[in-house]
């Protein structure tokens, strides 16, 4: 089941640069996206959403990019920050159902000093 | 911040025992959920759960899986029978609502390890 898919299992960059997450999906009923955080031993933490009737979502550091037509969504994080290393993960609920978030494999972030 | 808490946060079980997952969701939440990740793998959802029933279920959650809210803080899942591929981080989550721009909150997990 690779509904949602992150291709890059782990991303490294400078601090201060920006960090660029990628997300596909191969289901069209998918209509809302999220991106969550997470930690070491602990549980993953929202961090911004879109949904399928917006291209771009941004709160703070954080932008969310939608290309519907492509199926395929980022995140993008500037300045990145050393506390920003996490893995990230996609998520995504299917029209109809509010409940059941379908999640990516994740991308582990690591920024450098 | 109001978090979800779970316990334990490692639990070891024979196989074939019967183990107990306890959630406290935040306490102006509705919406209670079950997630779990096998090592290695995807977050999977479990199953959802409103106003005292399920709401959404997958299909890993068969019969060997149930949940409940016993009390009005407690949402607990509970493997009547486990298995070795039981084993994995099981992920309690809550929302105000059930929509999509009330975003779930998760706790940090209990880690499952059948023995």
């Known amino acids: 089941d690779q509904q949602v898919k992150q291709n890059s299992p782990s991303l490294s960059v400078q601090e201060g640069r920006i960090s660029i997450l990628n997300c596909d999906y191969t289901?069209?009923?998918?209509?809302?996206f999220l991106w969550y955080k997470k930690y070491p031993a602990e549980g993953p933490t929202f961090l911004i959403s879109i949904s399928s009737i917006k291209d771009k979502n941004e709160d703070g550091r954080f932008t969310v990019f939608l290309n519907k037509s492509a199926k395929h969504l980022s995140l993008h994080i500037v300045p990145s920050q050393p506390g920003d290393s996490a893995v990230y993960f996609c998520?995504?609920?299917?029209?109809?159902?509010?409940?059941?978030?379908?999640f990516g494999k994740g991308t582990l972030l690591t920024v450098n000093p | 911040e109001p978090e979800v808490t779970q316990t334990p946060s490692h639990q070891v079980t024979q196989m074939g025992q019967e183990v107990i997952l306890r959630c406290v969701p935040i306490s102006n939440h509705l919406y209670f959920y079950w997630y779990r990740q096998i090592l290695g793998q995807k977050v999977e959802f479990l199953v959802s759960?409103?106003?005292?029933?399920?709401?959404?279920k997958s299909e890993i959650f068969d019969d060997q899986f149930s949940v409940e809210r016993p009390d009005g803080s407690n949402f607990t899942l509970k493997i009547r029978s486990t298995k070795l591929e039981d084993s994995a981080m099981y992920f309690c989550?809550?929302?105000?609502?059930?929509?999509?721009?009330?975003?779930?909150?998760f706790g940090d997990g209990t880690r499952l390890s059948i023995l």
């Open positions: 289901n069209s009923m998918f209509d809302y």
């Open positions: 989550a809550s929302s105000v609502m059930g929509s999509s721009n009330q975003p779930q909150h």
């Open positions: 998520a995504a609920l299917l029209r109809g159902s509010n409940y059941k978030l379908t």
């Open positions: 759960f409103y106003n005292n029933e399920i709401s959404e």
